[in-house]
């Protein structure tokens, strides 16, 4: 008879995870009164629950500036452009992350050159990226994946070395610190998602943060439509609408307000499931960075070995622990499995100076292409605000999934 769930035996936890986001009538309270006395729409830009929101999550985060807009796509686009980086540029991006990382690049007119990332961490490998740089490179965009930092005491020292821009793309990090700097505010701009499933969100919406003036005007002149936001100069620039409507915003400021207790929640259940999965056979935890002096993440990330799961990779054991009531996933495919970034089959403008840059025969990831495909899994944030029985739950879990691991190979995806 079948003992995992997946296969029809009974599962670890049949308690839901705790829903997310968390809301209640402040939330409402918060959208009917911009509704019924406020602005709504996000012109003109700044509205005023947009301001109150991004004061408050830069000086949270410990940076001067936040810009508030649609998305956290957007926002490395409009920090790229900020930053003067366009047509002929190369970004240098990890090879493990959201496409929109790369993506921000395209939007912005350069070519995202994609490296590998470290072993130990999964993320961006500052050797891999030093090899990267040529004169056409313009920044570098690190991703602070699951609940890691890349190392930006040694992203930002080749930075400077040559004269690069660091974009952290933050997406992942609300209310993480590095050496006690806050997640975005080491490099020229950070930038944060919030979207639906992220650690702080209003459905939809992103944050730039920066410590630079001049940025952070260019910045709100490119998401209001190019407006000069210099009264003086009346200066114009290209740019688009980007702006995010006061309700969304007014969500914002009511999420944020919970935002450190559940931030400090999760980081309680993170380290007791560090605690106990101590020793789990077939599972390793990455070692946290010791610069990252607070913790603030989206997804847990764990390493399981496959040979330990009777050969199963990390999805059938994602599928595996989802059935048993653990909320749990894989996510991003390493991106040389991305057809988008294959010139030859995708639509992007490969210029003759770039071609070799996106040379298919380059695309050769081992470090994220092993972690993507066969060891790294995810565990919802959620896992980590049910106490301490929803993380006992997610330790029992991954045992048993390894325990029987030999009835996966039925169910291998
Ligand atoms: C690493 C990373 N970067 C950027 C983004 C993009 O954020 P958004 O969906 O708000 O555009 C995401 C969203 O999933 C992400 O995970």
């Keep these: 008879m079948s003992v995992l769930a997946i296969n029809g035996g009974t599962r670890v936890r049949s308690e839901p995870y705790p829903a997310w986001p968390q809301v209640d ?5 918060a959208v009917a009164d911009v509704v019924l006395n406020g602005q709504i ?9 947009n301001a109150e929101f991004a004061a408050r999550f830069a000086s949270y985060q410990g940076a001067s500036h936040g810009i508030v807009m649609v998305n956290g796509t957007v926002t490395m686009e409009v920090a790229l452009k900020a930053l003067g980086i366009g047509w002929g540029d190369e970004v240098i991006v990890p090879a493990l992350t959201f496409a929109a990382t790369a993506y921000a690049a395209i939007a912005a007119g350069a070519l995202p050159v994609i490296v590998d990332v470290e072993s130990e ?3 961006i490998d500052p050797d891999a990226v030093e090899a990267a740089i040529t004169p056409r490179t313009r920044a570098i965009m690190p991703v602070h994946l699951g609940q ?3 190392d930006m005491d040694r992203l930002a020292a080749i930075a400077d070395r040559h004269g690069l821009a660091l974009v952290e793309d933050c997406a992942h990090a609300h209310g993480q610190r590095w050496g006690g700097r806050g997640a975005g505010c080491i490099g020229a701009f950070g930038s944060f998602s919030h979207q639906s499933s992220k650690t702080l969100t209003a459905g939809e919406g992103g944050t730039l943060l920066t410590g630079d003036d001049d940025l952070a005007r260019r910045a709100h002149s490119i998401i209001d439509c190019g407006r000069p936001k210099d009264a003086a100069e009346q200066q114009f620039t290209f740019g688009a609408n980007y702006r995010l409507g006061e309700l969304a915003c007014a969500l914002l400021c009511t999420q944020l307000d919970r935002f450190e207790a559940q931030r400090a929640e999760r980081e ?3 380290r007791l499931f560090e605690q106990l999965a ?4 077939g599972v390793s935890i990455n070692p946290i960075h010791p610069q990252i002096t607070r913790w603030g993440f989206y997804r847990y990330l764990f390493r399981i070995d496959p040979d330990a799961f009777a050969g199963a990779t990390c999805k059938t054991v ?3 622990l989802e059935a048993e009531g653990i909320a749990a996933e894989v996510q991003y495919p390493p991106m040389s499995r991305y057809d988008l970034f294959q010139p030859q089959l995708s639509r992007l403008p490969v210029c003759v100076v770039h071609a070799n840059r996106l040379d298919p025969g380059r695309m050769s990831f081992p470090v994220a292409e092993s972690a993507g495909e066969r060891e790294a899994v995810y565990l919802n944030e959620s896992v980590f605000r049910a106490g301490r029985q929803g993380v006992e739950d997610a330790v029992t879990a991954i045992a048993k999934v390894q325990q029987h691991a030999h009835e996966l190979t039925a169910v291998r995806t």
């Excluded at 101590?278 to 056979?281: A, C, E, R, S, V």
Aim: a negative charge; zero cysteines; proline letters at 10%.
């Design 268 to 270: 309680t259940g993170a």
């Design 318 to 320: 994602a599928d595996a």
């Design 148 to 150: 890691q930092m890349a």
């Design 121 to 123: 961490r999964w993320t």
């Design 278 to 281: 101590d020793g789990l056979t």
């Design 41 to 49: 729409g996000g012109w003109p830009e700044p509205g005023p629950r």
């Design 25 to 29: 009538q402040r939330d409402a309270d």
